[in-house]
């Protein structure tokens, strides 16, 4: 064979042949790996460590083996990195195989060299992506050596039960590092949740990668053994759990984005366009960060021989109103009125009238929310409205979110009073 020959021309010999190659490699990497400072110490813990014996043991119970299950490897054909993530697994079956029963393994980014490579090593190659949502029926060692942080998420959302939780021993990242270094993202809010849920459970044994700081940067982060020990008497697996965290994360969320100095209008806009909000906050008068004022608006358009009005209410940082207005309008729609009672209130803090540098709006009106935020596109008509309310938002930074009409109920009595206080 003329290994410099165009590999079109017999590419099943080439994988072959490569899958030969990185076998003997794979061997180099795993006896390197062995004599390492890494996986001495990692092999002296599981040996003489009196709370990971504990764990491992109570783990096992009456089975026998442990079914371990890899996740996130990548490819050893195309990754150094990868190569020594494996040979820790291996080594693992090799020195502990009292207690490590069968491998199995899957990975997306795996080649057909890979898979070769994995059978010829004793693995079982998963053929279908179970996107780490296995649910463990047996003591299982799930090793994640690089995942990405929603697998996480998805692997314990698969086992989100004590029954399940409590057979289950994760070899990955750190939780308490991926905590503090995930990024703000929607599809890692999940796993943030569980984390944030499962950490009281969870003990957490960090795995020394030594002082070299080659074997630091072969883990994408610090790698840990995570146990659970979640009490069978706490409904952690009620579907109430989640929707209950979820709404309290973005509270956390919301208050910090409005504490956040640099954040501009627009910026806002970008949050409130997209965000729905939790819903505490539309439901309920909640004080609002320091360095802002609130304006609530409310517009009722033209019916029968009742003509269309607005109204607009500040309140201060301590909830307390100090301005307020009111006005008629002679237009039939709902958001057109609230555009109009906007417009008004934003009228007031570009004059001056209300000492206000940034500025929270709240309308129980939803499409006139997003139409303020950039979405939807709104008719022509409407468009020519907000064109004045976009030039006034131009000059102070504000934030304009929905809230529920029992939270708005100051602005809604005052449109519909016959009072006419500070009438514009």
């Known amino acids: 064979m003329d290994f410099g020959e165009n590999m079109e021309s017999n590419v099943e010999f080439h994988i072959k042949d ?4 990185l076998l003997k490699e794979i061997e180099l990497v795993k006896k390197n790996v062995e004599n ?5 110490g ?3 813990d599981l040996k003489e460590n009196d709370t990971i014996q504990k764990k491992i043991f109570g783990l096992l119970g009456s089975s026998k083996k442990f079914q371990v299950v890899i996740y996130g490897l990548g490819s050893t054909e195309y990754s150094f990195r990868s190569q020594f993530q494996l040979a820790v697994a291996l080594l693992l079956k090799q020195d502990f195989p009292n207690w490590i029963d069968n491998i199995e393994i899957y990975d997306p980014c795996m080649s057909p060299a890979d898979i070769i490579v994995f059978k010829k090593l004793g693995l079982e190659v998963l ?3 179970e996107n780490c949502k296995r649910t463990a029926q047996r003591p299982t060692i799930f090793y994640m050596p690089n995942p990405y942080f929603y697998l996480v998420g998805n692997l314990l959302g698969a086992n989100w039960s004590s029954s399940c939780l409590n057979q289950i021993c994760l070899l990955t990242n750190s939780f308490r590092t991926m905590l503090s270094e995930m990024p703000q993202a929607s599809q890692n809010l999940e796993t943030r949740l569980r984390l944030l849920e499962v950490l009281d459970f969870t003990t957490e044994i960090d795995i020394k990668t030594s002082d070299s700081q080659m074997y630091a940067n072969l883990f994408s982060t610090e790698i840990a053994w995570h146990f659970f020990d979640v009490d069978p008497k706490i409904d952690i697996d009620k579907p109430e759990w989640y929707w209950l965290y979820m709404q309290r994360y973005l509270e956390d969320v919301f208050l910090e984005d409005m504490g956040k100095d640099h954040l501009t209008g627009t910026q806002f806009a970008n949050i409130f366009g997209v965000e729905r909000g939790p819903r505490r906050l539309r439901c309920n008068k909640v004080p609002h960060p320091p360095g802002w004022i609130k304006l609530n608006i ?6 029968g021989d009742q003509i269309g009005r607005c109204s607009g209410i500040f309140k201060d940082e301590k909830g307390k109103c100090f301005d307020m207005y009111k006005g008629d309008i002679d237009v039939e729609d709902n958001v057109i009125a ?8 934003l009228a007031r803090c570009v004059e001056g009238r209300t000492n206000a540098e940034k500025l929270i709006v709240e309308s129980d009106n939803v499409i006139l929310v997003q139409y303020v935020n950039g979405r939807p596109e709104p008719n022509e008509t409407t468009m ?3 064109t004045e309310v976009f030039d006034l938002l131009k000059c102070i930074t504000c934030a304009v979110y929905h809230i529920y009409e029992e939270a708005n109920e100051a602005a809604r009595d005052l449109v519909l009073s016959a009072e006419c206080p500070n009438s514009a």
Request: aromatic share 6%.
């Open 18 to 21: 490569e899958a030969k190659r």
């Open 127 to 129: 053929t279908v992506d």
């Open 298 to 303: 409310c517009g009722i358009g033209t019916k």
């Open 36 to 40: 390492s400072k890494f996986y001495t």
């Open 384 to 386: 020519h409205k907000l």
């Open 338 to 345: 609230g555009i109009e009672a906007l417009k008004l209130g």
């Open 42 to 44: 990692m092999r002296l």
